[in-house]
C-alpha cells in the first residue's frame, strides 16, 4: 500500500485560486526590496506576524556557545490567514513608501 507524504495528509480539495492570489502577494512585497533572498522576505512577515499575534509560531533555542536562534513554524496557519497577512503587509509598505 502505498503511503503519502506529508505533504498530502488530507482528502479535502482547498481553493486552488488562493495559490495565485498569495503568490501575487508575495511578489508585490518582494518587488518593493528585491535585494531580499526570499527566505529573508519570508522570515521578516513571519517575525512581524508572530510578533503582533503574542509570538505565535515562534521557536527559539540555544545552539553551542549560547547562540540564540528563532525560527517560526506557521503550519497551523491557514491560507486565508496568510493572505490577510500578506495583504497586510503589503498596504502597510504602501504607505510608509508611498507606492502605487
Known amino acids: ?4 507524504p506529508i505533504l498530502f495528509p488530507f482528502n479535502k480539495k482547498r481553493e486552488p485560486e488562493r495559490i495565485d492570489r498569495i503568490l501575487a502577494l ?3 512585497l518582494w518587488l518593493c526590496d528585491m535585494d531580499l533572498r526570499f527566505f529573508q522576505l519570508v522570515f ?8 503582533a499575534n503574542n509570538g505565535f509560531g515562534k ?4 545552539a553551542g556557545l549560547e547562540i540564540s536562534k528563532t525560527g517560526y513554524n506557521f503550519s497551523l496557519l491557514e491560507d ?3 493572505e490577510t497577512l ?3 503587509c503589503y ?3 504602501k504607505k510608509t513608501r508611498k507606492l502605487e
Do not use: P, R, T
Not at 44 to 51: C, K, N, T
Not at 59 to 62: A, F, L, P, T
Open 86 to 88: 500578506l495583504a497586510v
Open 44 to 51: 521578516i512577515i513571519q517575525s512581524m506576524y508572530s510578533d
Open 26 to 28: 508575495i511578489k508585490k
Open 80 to 82: 486565508n490567514q496568510v
Open 1 to 4: 500500500m502505498l503511503k503519502l
Open 59 to 62: 521557536v527559539e533555542g540555544m
Open 91 to 93: 498596504d502597510k509598505l
